[in-house]
C-alpha cells in the first residue's frame, strides 16, 4: 500500500534535487512561530518569494494544518512543516534565513516590556538552536521587546561560541512601513515614493523617525512633526487597541517582514545597494545596539550608517531613546548572563 505522507517527501526530495542540479537560485528560509498571527500570512508571503527555494514552518502548536495549507500554492518553494521542540534541530538545520516571530503579542494596556517574562524564554530556546543547529544563518527577530530579544540572542549566540553581529538583525521595517505611510498621507504623495529612515529602536519613545532625512526632500510644520512622530511612536499600540484583547499587528508586520527578508536575502545573493533600517550592534551611539541604516550583504549587515545631521527635535528625541534603549538592552542581557 502506498504512504501518502511519504510520497509526499519523496516528490519534495526529487524537486530539490532538480532545484541543487540546476542551480537554481534559491534560499532555504526557517519561519518559528509560523502558525501565529504574524507566521500564517508571513509563511505565506515567503512562499510567494522566487528567491526562496525552502521554507520550513516551526511552531509549537498548529504547523502540520498550516503547513498543509500553504504547500497547495503552485509556487516553487518546497514548504515542509515542523511540530514542537523535538523538531527544532530538523528545522533548522540548513537554513540560510530564520525569521522569528515567535512569542506573545499584547493586549491594550500593555508594554512591549510586558511581554518579556514570556517571551525572553522562547527567544533563548529558539537561539540556542540555532547556534546548534545553523550558526551561519542571518536572524530576522521579530518577537518582542526587540529592544531587550536582540541582546538575548546576542549573548546565547556569545555563549555558544557563534555570535556574528552582522547576522542578527533585529525588525524594525514595520516602524518604516508606518513612517512612510503616514508621511505620505500629510504630503499627499503615494506611500512607494515615500523614503523615511527610522532609527533607535523598537518600542515607543525609541522608534525614532528622521523626518528631516525624508525623501523626496520636504519639510513640516512644528504640529505636522509633533503628530507624525507620536503616530509613528504609538502605531503598534494604535493597532493593538482597535484589535481591542485579540492581539496586535499581525499583517502589516507580515508585509513588513517579508519586505525585510526579501532585501535580506538579496544582499546574500549579492546585489549591491540594499540598504534597510534594522537594529543591530552599533557603534554609532554609545549603545550596544541601535536601530539606523544597515548596507545587507552576502554576510548580513556588511556596514552600519551614521544617523546623518539630526534636527534640534531629533536630538532632544535622541536623549529620551538612548535612556530607554540602554534598560532595555540591559535587561535582556542580564537574562542570560545572570
Ligand atoms: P501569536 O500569539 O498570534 O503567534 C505567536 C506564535 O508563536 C504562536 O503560534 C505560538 O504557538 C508560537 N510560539 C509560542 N512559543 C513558541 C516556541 N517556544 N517556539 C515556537 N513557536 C512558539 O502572536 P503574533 O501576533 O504572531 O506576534 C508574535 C510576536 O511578534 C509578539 O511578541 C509580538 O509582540 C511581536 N511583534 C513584533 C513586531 C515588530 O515590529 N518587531 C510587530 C508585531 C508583533
Ligand atoms: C508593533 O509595533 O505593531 C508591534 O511591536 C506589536 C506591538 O505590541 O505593538
Known sequence: PTNPQMEREQSVLRREGCRAKGGAPGFKVAILGAAGGIGQPLAMLMKMNPLVSVLHLYDVVNSPGVTADISHMDTGAVVRGFLGQQQLESALTGMDLV?????VPRKPGMTRDDLFNINAGIVKTLCEGIA???PNAIVNLISNP????VPIAAEVFKKAGTYDPKKLLGVTMLDVVRANTF???VLGLDPREVDVPVVGGHAGVTILPLLSQVKPPCSFTPEETEYL???I????TEVVQAKAGTGS???SMAYAAVKFADRCLRGLRGDAGIVECAFVASQVTELPFFASKVKLGRGGAEEVHQLGPLNEYERAGLEKAK???EASIQKGVSFIRK
Open 183 to 185: 508621511v505620505a498621507e
Open 132 to 134: 546548534k543547529c545553523c
Open 146 to 149: 526587540v529592544n531587550s530579544t
Open 233 to 236: 511612536q504609538d502605531g503598534g
Open 323 to 325: 535612556k530607554e534603549l
Open 249 to 251: 499587528a499581525t499583517l
Open 229 to 231: 512622530t507620536k503616530r
Open 99 to 103: 525569521v522569528i516571530p515567535a512569542g
